[in-house]
Each structure stands twice: as C-alpha cells, then as structure tokens.
C-alpha cells in the first residue's frame, strides 16, 4: 500500500528527493513517517508529521537537512547536503492510528513501503 521511489546514488554535498504514495485508504489524518537502515545497523527514525498539515519533527541527525511535506497520501523527503553517513535504505510508513505526539518508532506503524536506497558516495 506505501509506494516509495527517488533513491539513487549522490555525491556528498549532493540532494535527492524520495516520494511516498500510499493507496488503499487515506492517511491525511494519521501519522506517515521516514526510516532508515544503514548497511549492519538497525533501522532508525528520520522524519514523521501527525497528520498531512502538520509540522514535521525530525530525528537531530537529519534536522536543518532534510525537508518532510505531505500532500494527502504522498509523503516526500527533500534530501539535502547529503553525508556518507546517509547511506540507506529508506523506508516510509504510516499508521492506522491518530497521533497527538509525534510517532519515532517503528512499532507505530502499521503500514511499511519495500524502501527505496540512498547511496552517498565521498
């Protein structure tokens, strides 16, 4: 149901943008988040908003750097000034459930994309 798409390979420095479609229902009004997993780690917040006109809240690894924004069930993530370390597999997710604080774990979501992956390069 959770579509995502825009990885590639970028140059340090670099920008890319990652776009999420979700189908089968709407989630204008619950949660959609960003993950990722790096190669030998586990997967971690990157980005969520409570519902599709609310402010996103970021993990401190990414903030100032990535740009979250909805637009009912497309969720996208603006990918800028891209670090080696950003390398990975980008997930987006939604919940089944409304929010009224910020969604940061896996556990919260239901509804998971196959991931998209995001290669840095030095």
């Known amino acids: 149901q959770l579509q995502a798409c825009g990885g590639g390979l970028v140059q340090a420095g670099g920008s890319l943008r990652l776009s999420c479609k979700a189908s089968?229902?709407?989630?204008?009004?619950?949660?959609m988040g960003w993950f990722r997993q790096a190669p030998g780690r586990e997967r971690e917040f990157v980005s969520t908003t409570k519902w599709d006109r609310g402010s996103p809240y970021y993990a401190d690894s990414v903030k100032d750097r990535f740009t979250m924004s909805r637009d009912g069930n497309t969720v996208y993530l603006q990918m800028n000034s891209l670090k080696t370390e950003d390398t990975a597999v980008y997930y987006c997710?939604?919940?089944?459930?409304?929010?009224?604080?910020?969604?940061?774990?896996?556990?919260?979501?239901?509804?998971w994309g196959q991931g998209t992956l995001v290669t840095v390069s030095s």
């Open positions: 089968g229902r709407t989630f204008s009004n619950y949660p």
């Open positions: 997710a939604a919940s089944g459930n409304r929010a009224t604080f910020y969604r940061t774990k896996e556990v919260e979501y239901n509804y």
